[in-house]
């Protein structure tokens, strides 16, 4: 067994031209080399190596991959032996390591997923059912040649694909753990991806491993991935990694996008560092992935409420593992695909150079809201800067990003720091009031039922609440999924939840009467909190801000018990050492 991190050494010290160029004459055409092809013995130079992507092509035959497949496909070598013989020419000795030893069990999936892939890109080329998908990637500006060198397909309807794998002597029970056909109800099994434009996802080792279909018109998902199998784990992969590894390394940056048509824009405008989560909200597993090859990533998605939604709390994860996050902004009404395609590179090139810390730019966004000018606008403010701040692994940059929220939110920064750690504050007396609604269920679980009822249901919850006061995080998620419309971007987690919410109802209350109670009870809530702060603060504070810290406590209470009118009775019963209190 050969230790993944040697195989990326071997791979980044080969030098794929040199090594190729041993057996085939190779002439530079701008930042490729082309040649005659060594599989099919054309006469023509459709043969192309592209070093910036560690690959070579085949505009003819269409055999691809990288310096360990060319060895493979060249002298029939296996893989252990192609690393090896790479390993040799570079000079670097491959230590052994004990474990298993025999073949790998899961081969037979890779071999599925990779024969798929073959097909699904021959399907594209040629098949005439897939004319939508070449003529929908001419309206989004990308040639088929480009389209062929990223390895994309179509998966077309019918069962041409299950008889043309199984016509390869590929077993279905294969195809099904591989996660390419779907098994129904009545038994039969039929392809997964029909009438779909198909992005293969690498794994680390440049291994085909999974695929993710764009429907063509109409219809839902408007993503579909390939399900979780032995070889697949969408969390702990991100899209393009396999080449984009190498561009970290130069840029010393990522550039983090929502979806493979950014990524695919932007490869194509000259950047190499560019990657993207799989349909669904930044794992810390990709986290991870990140910091292993950069210290920097730069934050790319829609400038729109779902973009930003999805910016921080992407962020947020990235903090956590101790990378230094920047946010890209784009013009109103741009992703990263239609800049390009509108501006031009250079347009993009500018927006990354004014990207900014992600810290600063919640805050530039709360100030142009105006949060900071009044006292429960900067309480407020504070309430989304936390998170960030807390998520900051960094000693440094959470020393960095307490200093600037004290200096923006005009607050002093030991009592900041203490509110950033609660752990270090004081305990207090006070003790927020418990729920006293009848309700269905909780207050979080009746909104969204509200909104799945369809509108004008889903407008008002969405208008009347914040998706940060969801403190049940895969309530949350699914809140903002319902307010985006895309409960398909769920990760499993909050895919549950939105599956057993379905399966609920909102008992006999009138959905007025459960709408204001909701209303109220997470605006109550949202004050406990700011009244359970100030008790916190009220210990440190000098005489004259005690005085106004009193007058803010007592203007929060009166608010809260008009949300809450039961709490005055509750309170007097606690006084009175009444059950429970």
Known sequence: MIPDDVIEQVREAADLVGIIGESVELKRTGADYRGRCPFHGGTHRNFAVIPKKGMFYCFVCHEAGDVYTFFMKKLGMDYPTAVREVARRVGITIPERSGPTGPDPREPLYAAVATAADWFARQLRESPEAESARKYLESRHVTMEQAQVGGLGFGPRGTGFLDAMKGLGLREEVLLEAGLLVKREDGSKTPRFRGRLLFPIHDLRSR??????RILGEGEPKYLNSPESPIFHKGQLLYNLHLAKHGMRKAERAILVEGQFDVLRLTLAGLEEVVAPLGTGLTDDQAALLQRHTAHVILLYDSDDPGLRATFRAGDV???????????????????????????????????????????????ILERKAFFGSLPGRRRALDRLLPTIRAAADPITRDLYISRVAEVAGIRKDVLQREVDPKEAPTAPYRPLPPVTALPSNAEKSLLLLMMAGEPWTSRVKDAVDGEEFEFEPYRLVFEALADDAPDRLDETAARAYESLQADGLGTDQPDVVFERCVNRLEARRLDREIERINRAIPFASDDEKANLAHEKQRLAAERNAKRPTYGIIQSARRKGAPGS
């Open 208 to 213: 085909v491993v999974a695929f993710s279909g």
């Open 318 to 364: 990235l903090l956590r593992h101790k990378l230094r996050v920047s946010v890209a902004s784009l013009p109103e009404g741009e992703d990263p695909d239609t800049l390009v395609q509108n501006k031009g590179a250079p347009a993009l090139e500018q927006a990354l150079k004014d990207s900014v810390d992600v810290l600063e730019r919640k805050i530039q």
